[in-house]
């Protein structure tokens, strides 16, 4: 019966020391392995074995990406409060030996260490809004995500972690600055809107003047050439009657006839003309004898002005 307890006993201590000597590493994560508190290797994910009651997994660390939000107040440098919701991005370097020795041991535990990473987040944060004005700080999203892994990266990289990404989910200010930042921007609203309705109305009015400068010009130009024309035929018509004035003139010459029969001629016509296509209008001219032989002997001289130029 002794025998039969020894042996049972002896069975149960056997399999709970094969039981103890596999450690199954989850997938994702590493497990790093202590002999009497002194750190002595690091198990990859899947089946692994250790010495029983020897070997103690101490901690088991997680290389996948995590993240965390952040809420927090910061302090321009012209005294506004400024409010920032972000989410943070980060994971462990590699799986490097001295990497997950840095990860396990640097802090006492997770809840330390992600105490030390936001609050090192906040205050570079804070340090750099402190250098801008309140104006400038919704502009400014990617300069401060840039500072801020700029100076923890290092730091970071110390503990066994890489800062992967830092968005700025939202930037809000105090109440009152909000309005006041609303007025100013509808402020310069109005302010664009009344300089675009005066370039509009001036080069409207420029418009305006250039069309009227252009339809002056044009009738100018027209009414000179109109002039011109005008000229022109009433010089043609002058010199069509002195050619044939003095066409006619010599034609009487060599029939031996008095050319003041043409002159005359012509002021009875004139005088025709003036009757038929008066409209009622009131014309004076001189009938008399001493005046027609005024008119003809105006026309005699012109005659002979046209012949001199030949």
Avoid: C
């Amino acid at each position: 019966m002794d025998s039969m307890i020894g042996f049972v006993v002896s069975f149960v201590v056997v399999l709970l020391l094969l039981f103890s000597a596999f450690v199954t590493v989850q997938q994702g994560t590493v497990a790093v392995i202590t002999i009497f508190g002194k750190f002595q290797r690091v198990m990859n994910p899947g089946l692994n074995i250790k010495i029983p009651f020897i070997e103690t997994v101490f901690r088991r660390v997680s290389v996948q990406n995590r993240s965390a939000e952040l809420e927090f107040q910061a302090t321009t440098i012209d005294q506004a409060n400024v409010h920032f919701t972000a989410m943070l991005l980060f994971s462990v370097v590699n799986h490097a030996e001295e990497t997950i020795k840095n990860v396990a041991f640097k802090f006492v535990d997770e809840q330390n260490f992600m105490q030390a990473l936001v609050r090192s987040v906040e205050g570079s944060v804070r340090g750099f809004v402190a250098t801008k004005k309140q104006s400038e700080i919704l502009a400014l999203r990617r300069e401060i995500v840039e500072d801020v892994k700029d100076q923890l990266d290092h730091t970071l990289e110390g503990w066994g972690y890489h800062l992967i990404d830092l968005q700025m989910n939202d930037i809000t200010f105090d109440e009152a600055i909000m309005r006041s930042m609303a007025q100013v921007v509808a402020s310069n609203n109005l302010k664009a809107a009344a300089e675009n309705e005066g370039q509009a109305l001036l080069i409207t009015k420029t418009k305006q003047a250039e069309a009227e400068g252009n339809a002056i010009r044009i009738a100018a130009e027209a009414e000179r050439q109109a002039a011109q024309l005008r000229g022109q035929g009433i010089a043609l018509f002058r010199e069509e009657v002195a050619k044939g004035m003095t066409q006619a003139a010599k034609e009487m010459q060599a029939a031996q006839m008095d050319t003041s029969a043409i002159l005359f001629s012509m002021w009875t016509e004139s005088l025709k003309h003036f009757a038929e296509y008066g409209k009622g209008n009131v014309i004076l001219l001189d009938g008399s004898t001493e005046g027609m032989a005024r008119t003809m002997h105006q026309m005699m001289s012109l005659t002979q002005l046209q012949e001199q130029k030949k």
